[in-house]
């Protein structure tokens, strides 16, 4: 059982930053792909970023190639997404997930466990 706590979300103005935070609860950190994801009002949940569990392959959907970066910290148990340039189109609930496999998928249902999400907010 691995349990995700997301952090870091808020309201900020186009063109802003945040950094999200997801902490994992496991002891096989290191053999644990990790995504991203997110869902706005009314729409389905889509992928934002994903990061194998060597830290060594990234995917990110096209919307945020350029503007985001995931990365994690095996010291810390923690995956982050640094957002950057933020457009109001990137308004959601922030869902941190996470599977033992050694390649990252961009599809939700690959994934075995989920956080609580976090809410992400840009003003126009």
């Known amino acids: 059982q691995v349990q995700l706590v997301e952090s870091g979300g808020g309201l900020v103005q186009a063109g802003g930053s945040l950094r999200l935070s997801c902490l994992a609860s496991?002891?096989?950190?290191?053999?644990?792909?990790m995504g991203w994801f997110r869902q706005a009002p009314g729409k389905e949940r889509e992928a934002v970023a994903a990061?194998?569990?060597?830290?060594?392959?990234?995917s990110y959907a096209d919307s945020v190639k350029g503007r985001f970066t995931i990365s994690r910290d095996y010291a810390k148990n923690t995956v982050y997404l640094q957002m950057n340039s933020l457009k109001p189109e990137d308004t959601a609930v922030y869902y941190c997930a996470t599977k033992e496999v050694a390649i990252a998928s961009m599809l939700p249902l690959s994934y075995d466990y989920w956080g609580q999400g976090t809410q992400v907010t840009v003003s126009s």
């Open positions: 496991a002891r096989t950190f290191s053999r644990l792909a």
């Open positions: 990061i194998s569990r060597s830290g060594v392959f990234t």
